[in-house]
């Protein structure tokens, strides 16, 4: 099956994992494996995201605690809304964080 010309995708010597600002950086071998970070907690291992999602939620639980306390959910239309925003944001603000000082 042939696709027109314009519905083909370039061809390019980038694998589709390394990004464009990416590429001073070393690129991944045959030899080498990518690998989902783990934790051993209590002798079992956890995946880091489940860790950061547990750590996100006690950080919304306080902020949320902190922000009845102020009553600003009396100005909100929809708190849980901003519950699961403050959740999503502190969840990706530590996976950032975590990827950038967890040691590989």
Wanted: no cysteine; net charge neutral; hydrophobic share 55%.
């Amino acid at each position: 099956m042939v696709l027109h010309p314009r519905l083909t995708p370039p061809k390019t010597d980038v694998p589709p994992w390394i990004f464009a600002d990416d590429l001073s950086k070393p690129r991944l071998t045959l030899d080498q494996t990518v690998m989902i970070e783990e934790v051993s907690l209590f002798g079992g291992f956890v995946s880091v995201a489940f860790v950061l999602a547990v750590a996100a939620g006690i950080f919304s639980f306080i902020a949320r605690m902190l922000l009845q306390r102020l009553s600003i959910d009396r100005f909100l239309w929809h708190p849980l809304l901003l519950d699961l925003t403050l959740f999503l944001t502190i969840w990706w603000g530590l996976s950032i964080l975590a990827d950038r000082f967890y040691p590989y």
